[in-house]
């Protein structure tokens, strides 16, 4: 089942000859913020970035038998650890064609990290605890961020042509595109615009499990 929920994206750009700030907030239609909400900003004008991928791991942790964060953002190329800091064992895996991959039951920080290599959306699950789900956006862009509590999020990015997308879990678009193109260019100006889009948000997925009582587990 699905609830038609509007996104109201309000945009504000700044800009000056050495870069831009892409900024916004993003509100449901009953005016609350939307968090964990991935926005990307991909250069129309293609062009070799200048940004070096992180060759450091990053960590997607797992504490309270939930995955931290809840959402992870990687380049293409990036690696993720995933420690597990809680005393009973985990199983963590993916099915998701972007990476599928298996880390059997342990404890502690695994010998290896894994590399995530071609772009699309990761889903994390545990064989031993059915109730976490994480996820990991793989991008080609350097120019991304995550809306916070507040629904904010912000991106510096160079003079360009970009197409800026948006992606939640929860969320599909009425049209069935994800994505608005917005034009950054040279000079000092500042504008605002309020950027409405239609969204249909997912009722049907459960909210994560209390663990009262859980027993079985290793």
């Known amino acids: 089942m699905k609830h038609f929920i509007r996104l109201i994206v309000l945009l504000l750009l700044n800009t000056s ?12 239609a009953d005016g609350a913020p939307v968090t964990e909400v991935v926005i990307t900003a991909h250069p129309i004008k293609a062009e070799p970035s200048q940004i070096p991928i992180q060759k450091k791991a990053k960590i997607l942790d797992q504490v309270n038998r939930e995955f931290i964060s809840h959402v992870l953002v990687v380049r293409v190329g990036e690696s993720v650890i ?4 809680d005393s009973t064992l985990h199983h963590v895996y993916s099915f998701s064609a972007t990476k599928p991959f298996e880390l059997e039951l342990y404890k502690g920080i695994p010998a290896n990290s894994i590399i995530f290599d071609k772009t699309g959306v990761v889903v994390l699950g545990c064989n031993v605890h059915d ?9 080609d862009t350097p120019y ?16 360009n042509d970009y197409k800026v997308t948006l992606w939640r879990d ?4 009425s049209d069935g595109s994800s994505s608005k193109d917005i034009k950054v260019v040279d000079g000092n100006n500042v504008s605002n615009n309020t950027v409405n889009l239609n969204f249909h948000r997912y009722s049907g997925k459960p909210p994560p499990l209390l663990e009262q009582g859980y027993l079985g587990e290793p």
Request: proline content about 4%; hydrophobic content about 40%.
């Open 131 to 139: 109730w976490m789900v994480g996820y990991i956006y793989v991008t």
């Open 82 to 85: 995933f420690p597990n800091n």
């Open 170 to 173: 929860d969320l599909e678009m």
């Open 144 to 159: 991304f961020a995550i809306s916070d509590k507040s629904g904010h999020w912000s991106i510096e990015l160079p003079a």
């Open 17 to 28: 000859v050495y870069s831009s700030t892409l900024s916004g907030t993003i509100y449901d």
